[in-house]
Nanobody, 125 residues
């Protein structure tokens, strides 16, 4: 499984960015995918996750601002980030698990077997 993120960059507070993750998991019938982020000096944290059945889960601090989605035809996972805040600044990683996972575990690092290289998101005025 290969994961390649893109779409990071700089934005002003209140702005938007869309991250993409080209993924080779969509040939599998059951999988989980997630977006994680890691700011300098902090642990990597789950931001949003989605299962092959479309079930999603979001970190409380991004609910209503971020949307995770997937386009199976394009083998791509997305994270639409709106109303960005300075505290959203971090390296963002795409992750995948090619098996079933409970919705409650979508934001946990443990279940994921594959990780992308990351894409930087910086929010500042």
């Amino acid at each position: 499984v290969q994961l390649v993120e893109s779409g990071g960059g700089s934005a002003q507070p209140g702005g938007s960015l869309r991250l993409s993750c080209a993924a080779s998991v969509y040939t599998y019938s059951s999988y989980c995918m997630g977006w994680f982020r890691q700011a300098p000096g902090k642990e990597r944290e789950g931001v949003a996750g989605i299962r092959s059945d479309g079930t999603t889960n979001y970190r409380d601090s991004v609910k209503g601002r971020f949307t995770i989605s997937q386009d199976n035809g394009k083998n791509t996972l997305y994270l639409q980030m709106n109303n960005l805040k300075p505290e959203d600044t971090a390296m963002y990683y795409c992750a995948a698990k090619v098996a079933y996972c409970g919705w409650w575990s979508l934001l946990s690092r443990g279940p994921y077997d594959y990780w992308g290289q990351g894409t930087q998101v910086t929010v500042s005025s």
